[in-house]
């Protein structure tokens, strides 16, 4: 089956020769960036034949299937690079992603459950967590290195014009108070580096999201659980 698919990118650059003529060099730019991350999401994902004709060994013994190469941690990048390749051609702009806990951890080394990690308890449980935390820290700053390398039409960046949440729905074991949330992005006009905490500690999270529909132009009264909206991240 692989062999017989040709390269997407190949077929977009054959009938992109015609579109190209008559271009501004910004928008010969822009095309030669998209089809570049489209080129190296290609090359990542090729690599998935070199494994086609290597000799499978059969094991005596039962063992455990091993796992795809694109889980985890690289299938976490895989996905941001896949994001930002449909940003780029405004397919949509629109996405939530619920990141892989479970064979994240396990990419890192872990040989509990995501489950078992989430209840924060001092020993194995901490340290796979901060280990997980760290990871999506890096993770997040390379989506967010890649939005803000890719420019639009205008000379901003992707990151500009996106508005970018990043957290969790509880903080721990099961409470769903004081949820981690980060905001970032230029595309709902929210004021960057600080740390806001509510004066009315049961403000609920569905303000947050209803300030950030608002933000990006979304004329809607209300969302869900929603009070109202946080003004705060604005000023």
Partial sequence: MLKK??????????????VQKGLT???VDKLDEYFQSIREIEVRLAKEEEWLEIP???????????LASLQGYE??????????AAMQVDATRVFTYRMPTDTLIKSLGATIS??????YTSGERQSVSEDRDQAHAKLLA???GKLKASKEADGTSLYDN???????NINSIHYLTNCPTLLTGGGAGVQHGRHLVMDDPKTPLCNLWLSLLQGVGLNVPSH???TGTVKELFA
């Fill in 56 to 66: 499978k060994r059969i094991p005596q013994n039962s063992v455990k299937e091993p």
């Fill in 224 to 226: 869900g659980d929603s």
């Fill in 142 to 144: 390379y989506f967010i």
């Fill in 25 to 27: 060099q910004t928008d």
């Fill in 162 to 168: 996106t508005a970018i949440t990043f957290g969790s």
């Fill in 5 to 18: 698919q040709h390269s997407v990118l190949d077929s977009v650059l054959e009938d992109a020769k015609s």
């Fill in 114 to 119: 995501a489950h078992n990690m989430s209840h």
């Fill in 75 to 84: 299938e976490v990048k895989m996905m941001f690079d896949l994001m930002i």
